[in-house]
């Protein structure tokens, strides 16, 4: 039985002043509000009517629901449904998103309303069999704790291994001054456990932590959790079909046995720092983003930050407001776009919104979500009418920002199309520029020296502090944190080469009984957030292992042909992709040909569809 996750009906301790005021005052959406009341009411007049009006009804329709104490309508059950689903497509004024007049397909609505449940569970509870069954999970991130998550809640026993001090994965381990998300809060949270408590449109990382923290605590994750214990290896045993994993704790070499072993490690979290001549002479301090020295200071010192990606732009601002200078080495120039909301507080009110307006904080997400879906397909396709005009109006931005200085302008407007590298948003990046203490220099580093840097031209440039935000080692998927041997003894990173793949990112022939999450050809990079990978990833394991259980399987295998099949198929998508485009680099391409390995080539939905588990692309034993 397919349930919804929140929104059943007002909470009862609220009085009738406590709703007016939650409803008079802080921004709140007007199209959610909108389609709130329609919902409601059954009434689809609600969704053109203006905000005064709107408040005041539901302020009388709350009351009446706080009273009466029934539960409102799952919103396909409304008359209204497709009005409302509608309307929620149109612009959200402070969030910077753009209305769509397209209408949801089928699947992309069947997709919608299954994460709008929070994905339930797919088939019935794994019971008796449970003891005969342990996962062992390597990390935990979003997606370790995602796989958590479904092995909780369907009984299975497992274990977490984190080789970090604690857990939260990225959250844990990026505490640079400035982190934060840059895909709204409200997707950035599972959908079975929404958090109505962000203080932010784009929460900081101490947020983020909080959430996936408190989550963690309150399904009874973390006492699953063995921290300071890094996995070296797992082995797959072909006579018992175990996998042995073999990890590090208080300085001892442990083992643990277990069914299903799942690499949850991430993409980003092994640092990538470029080889420069000099390196070792340094004498200021050096860190990369996800490595920070905590309580690094550098009020009136020389920084040069070498990276202009994500981490660049959220820790790059903060360093210039307090450095004497801030140098910045630039490999590629990157796109960005403005969002009016980006570090916008979400008021008390509007907070209070998401926590008691019935389903405010559901048609929320799915107003966010829908953009995404409409967006994909033309702002990704390479040469498309939309991608150039995305091209025409960020270059105008970018100029208008730094005020057309020419030296600026050949230096940050990219040579390649927008999308092809990950979309940032601008975080005063601009505006940045234009300050003294700034100096962007169009090169990578040559050379380090002692208390300085070379630029491109032997030219020195004074350095107390350097700060990589160089990225991650990205295309190596789980093999840049632990080695995994497979059946014949095989390992995973000589068996797929330079050109990683797996079978919808998640599982490969020969490696029984293993998953990986967040793996080849899984990120979301045009929209949508990685928390969705991870429900997705998560709901898919969980299925298979419990699919196991029930029909008595020790061994489950992807046949090679699926793999195959499917990751031609990912091939043939690629190639229409901005991400594809030979003039840019990125941190998705790798191998000789750089190759797109990292992004998924498809809707949310059809992924989406794809990952309902079917046995009949499995090998069994
Ligand atoms: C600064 C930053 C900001 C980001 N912002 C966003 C955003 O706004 N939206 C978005 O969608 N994505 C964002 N991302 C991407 C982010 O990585 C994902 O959203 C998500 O956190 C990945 O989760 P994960 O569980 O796959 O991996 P991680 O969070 O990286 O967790 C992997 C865990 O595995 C552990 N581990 C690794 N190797 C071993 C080993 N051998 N033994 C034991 N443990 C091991 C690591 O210590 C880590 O805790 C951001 C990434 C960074 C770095």
Not at 249 to 275: H, M, T, W, Y
Not at 435 to 462: D, H, M, Q, Y
Not at 519 to 537: F, L
Not at 556 to 566: I, R, T
Request: some cysteine; aromatic content about 10%.
């Amino acid at each position: 039985m397919q349930q919804w996750t929140c929104g059943p009906a007002v909470l009862p301790h609220l009085t009738d002043e406590e709703i007016k005021h939650n409803l008079s005052f802080g921004h709140q959406n007007l199209g959610v509000l909108q389609v709130v009341t329609a919902h409601l009411t059954s009434d689809a007049s609600w969704l053109g009517r203006d905000a005064a009006e709107v408040k005041a009804k539901l302020v009388e329709v709350l009351i009446n629901y706080r009273s009466s104490g029934l539960p409102a309508n799952a919103p396909e059950k409304s008359p209204v449904f497709q009005a409302m689903c509608d309307h929620a497509a149109l612009p959200m004024p402070q969030e910077g998103f753009k209305g769509t007049k397209k209408r949801l397909t089928d699947l992309q609505l069947e997709y919608l309303m299954d994460e709008m449940r929070g994905f339930p569970e797919i088939g019935e509870e794994v019971e008796d069999l449970q003891k005969k069954c342990h996962v062992t999970i390597c990390g935990s991130g979003v997606h370790g704790i995602s796989v958590a998550l479904r092995c909780q809640r369907q009984g299975i026993p497992y274990t977490i291994l984190e080789r970090d001090t604690d857990l939260s994965g990225t959250w844990h381990q990026n505490i640079y001054p400035g982190v934060r998300c840059d895909t709204p809060s409200i997707t950035y949270s599972f959908s079975s456990d929404p958090n109505p408590n962000w203080k932010y449109y784009f929460a900081y990382g101490p947020e983020v932590k909080e959430y996936l923290k408190n989550l963690c605590d309150r399904y009874g994750i973390t006492q699953n959790v063995v921290t300071e214990a890094t996995v070296e290896s797992a082995t797959f045993d072909e006579n018992s079909s175990m996998w042995q994993v073999k990890y590090h704790k208080d300085r001892e070499v442990k083992f643990i046995d277990s069914n299903v072993f799942v690499a949850a490690v991430g993409q980003l979290s092994n640092p990538f720092i470029p080889k420069i001549p000099g390196q070792e002479l340094f004498e200021g301090q050096a860190c990369h983003t996800a490595r920070f020295i905590r309580d690094l200071d550098f009020t009136g010192k020389n920084v040069v930050v070498m990276g202009t990606g994500a981490s660049a732009m959220g820790i790059c601002p903060e360093i210039q407001k307090v450095a004497k200078h801030l140098t910045i080495f630039q490999g590629t120039p990157q796109w960005y776009v403005e969002i009016p909301n980006h570090k916008v507080e979400i008021s008390p009110e509007e907070q209070c919104c998401m926590r008691f307006v019935p389903f405010y904080e559901r048609w929320y997400r799915f107003q966010t979500l829908r953009q995404i879906l409409a967006s994909y397909v033309d702002v990704l396709t390479s040469g498309s009418e939309a991608n150039t005009m995305l091209e025409e109006e960020l270059t105008k931005y970018i100029k208008r920002k730094v005020n057309f200085r020419p030296d600026l302008v050949e230096k940050m407007v990219p040579k390649y199309p927008p999308i092809c590298t990950r979309m940032l948003v601008d975080n005063n990046w601009c505006t940045m520029m234009l300050e003294e203490n700034v100096t962007l220099i169009n090169s990578r580093a040559k050379e380090i020296g002692k208390n300085e840097v070379f630029g491109p031209n032997g030219e020195a440039v004074p350095a107390d502090v350097i700060i990589y935000a160089t990225g991650f080692q990205s295309t190596r998927f789980c093999t840049a944190s632990l080695k995994v041997f497979g059946k014949g003894g095989v390992e995973l990173s000589e068996d797929w080469g330079l050109e990683p793949t797996a079978y919808l990112g998640l599982t490969r022939p020969n490696f029984p009984n293993f998953f990986m999450t967040y793996g080849p050809n899984t990120n979301v990079s045009s929209g949508g957030s990685i928390i969705w990978c991870a429900e997705i990833a998560g709901r898919y394991i969980g299925e298979c292992v419990a699919s196991m259980l029930r029909k008595g399987y020790k061994e489950l295998a992807v046949k090679h042909e699926v793999h195959d099949e499917y990751n031609h198929y990912l091939t043939q998508e690629l190639k229409w992709t901005a991400w594809d485009d030979q003039r840019c680099v990125s941190w998705y391409k790798s191998g000789k040909f750089g190759k797109v390995t990292n992004n998924l080539p498809m809707g949310l939905e059809e992924f989406w569809a794809r990952t309902r588990v079917n046995l009949e692309d499995f090998n069994k034993k």
